[in-house]
């Protein structure tokens, strides 16, 4: 049993974890599941999103969360009004990544009033991880009631007008992403973008998370490769055209093996967004919960995380 944090979450009139206990714990599978198909649609919370992306992997611990964080941050730093919708209900770790963990999440008239990250509040973060009354707890729920939350996160959060919604996803092909797919179908759903680490083991299981957005008529955005080699910051130098340099011309350990994003992106028919290497100023940024891509930009990850959003910027231009 988990505990929710003393809050509420939406109007007694349609949120499906205000019954029992109101904390959500007391709710079983099977009454969970019968609720879905009577929660009310609220789409209008999406109405002021112009684009959706969706971050995928078939592998845990390639790095989706990073991604999602980071792409967030770039396009934040284009101008652009960003929200990330973190539905990893089992290992919420955004909040933590941008250093707003501590925060609450507050009720309106439209649901539920996301997270704000920054004093120019241009980025909203909706998040689990916000609602457990102890951040060591864990989500043990079933799979229907993992997916009547992951609804009502879709529907009932009031985002505003944001230029981007970026999904951040557990890995997998199962309930929580056949949930989120078909919540978010009647929307701007720009696609997907699908992470993987270059060794062969992570990109057999990214194979299938490509097949599960073909049966589900997914759109791919591209392959990213992440923990692509390794650039030391000491051989290479600090300056960032070194270490673009030294990237490129393959001057690096490839610790997990290479071309594997690559190969797969290439077999697949869709695009190559690029390799991010392993980056000790990218790990940093993340456990300190700071901007990387305000504060590194002469590290060997932010050209490559700057060009991944340059595309993403590129094909929802396109797109409208």
Known sequence: MIHLKQTCWGSESHCHLSRACG?????????TDASLSFLPERSTNLLGVRHILLVLSGKGGVGKSTLSTELALALRHHGHRVGILDVDLC?????????????AVHQCDSGWVPVFVGQ?????????????????????WRGPKKNALIKQFVTDVAWGDLDFLI???PPGTSDEHISTVEALRPHRLLGAILVTTPQAVSVGDVRRELTFCKKTG??????????SGFVCPHCSGSGIHDSLMFFLLQECTNIFSKGGGEELAKHA????LGCVPLDPQLSQSLEEGKDFIQEFPKSS?????????QQILDTSQQSS
Do not use: W
């Open 120 to 140: 120019d509040r241009a980025v909203a973060l909706m998040s689990i991880g916000f609602l457990l009354e102890r951040p060591d707890d864990a989500v043990v």
């Open 269 to 272: 028919g869709v695009p190559f």
């Open 301 to 309: 990850a932010f050209p490559a995380l700057a060009h991944i959003a």
């Open 23 to 31: 904390r959500g714990c007391c709710l079983s599978a099977e009454e």
């Open 218 to 227: 997914l759109r791919v955005l591209g392959v990213v490769e992440n923990m």
């Open 167 to 169: 999904v951040d996803t």
């Open 91 to 103: 290992g919420p770790s955004i909040p933590r990544m941008l250093r707003v963990q501590d925060r």
